[in-house]
């Protein structure tokens, strides 16, 4: 049985069948939603794994991701998801994005998803999956969440995340990669 530390359950029935074969549970609803206060996306998967494997003496699975965009340093980074403000929706935080690049040429951005298992006995193993590619100048695509519709990656053919299906994302996608490599240490351990 393994816990993930999402309660979010389109995201937990995601990596469930992601890794189908394994006994997957949302985090149980007596947990609370653990603060992401490190500064970077390990520091934040080894937090939310750890604290779960720790509260339920069972093994747990947690990831954090985000965009790094080049010309603004780095930014947003682990802040992605409160980039415009600590509820911004999806569309406040593309609006914001796009804002601060207008007038920029360089685009170049790159998904970072990182995902930690964690044990009860308190070890654990990350790991982290990337995705490069260029912001686009305007949103297309209904798909996906996020930053998907200004996302254009460098493996695709010109079309947004957002204009892709769940699988094609997947097959492409940092959360995709990491989770592959996941899968792959679950299958070697026995
Ligand atoms: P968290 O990993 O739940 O902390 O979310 C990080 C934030 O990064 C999300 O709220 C999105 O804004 C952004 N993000 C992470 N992965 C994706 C993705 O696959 N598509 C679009 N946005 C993403």
Not at 11 to 19: N, W
Not at 102 to 129: H, L, W
Request: aromatic share 8%; hydrophobic share 40%; charged share 25%.
């Amino acid at each position: 049985m393994i816990y993930l530390a999402t309660a979010n359950p389109k995201k937990a029935a995601e990596l469930g069948s992601l890794l189908s074969g394994f006994d997957v549970l949302p985090r149980p609803d007596w947990i609370a939603e653990i603060d992401e206060t490190m500064d970077s996306f390990e520091g934040n998967s080894v937090l939310k794994a750890q604290t779960i494997a720790e509260a339920t003496s069972a093994t747990a699975i947690a990831d954090d991701s985000g965009l790094e965009v080049a010309a603004l340093g780095d930014r947003p980074g682990v802040f992605s998801a409160r980039y415009a403000g600590e509820f911004a929706t999806d569309e406040e935080n593309v609006a914001k994005l796009l804002g601060e690049l207008d007038g920029s040429v360089n685009r170049e951005a790159k998904f970072v998803c990182v995902i930690t298992i964690a044990f009860p006995d308190g070890t654990f193993s990350s790991f982290r999956g990337e995705t490069t590619g260029q912001i686009a100048y305007v949103s297309t695509g209904s798909g996906g969440f996020g930053y998907d519709p200004v996302f254009i990656p460098d493996d695709g053919d010109g079309r947004t995340f957002a204009e892709m299906g769940v699988s094609e994302k997947a097959s492409i996608s940092h959360r995709g990669r990491a989770i592959a490599k996941l899968v792959d240490f679950l299958a070697n351990s026995g």
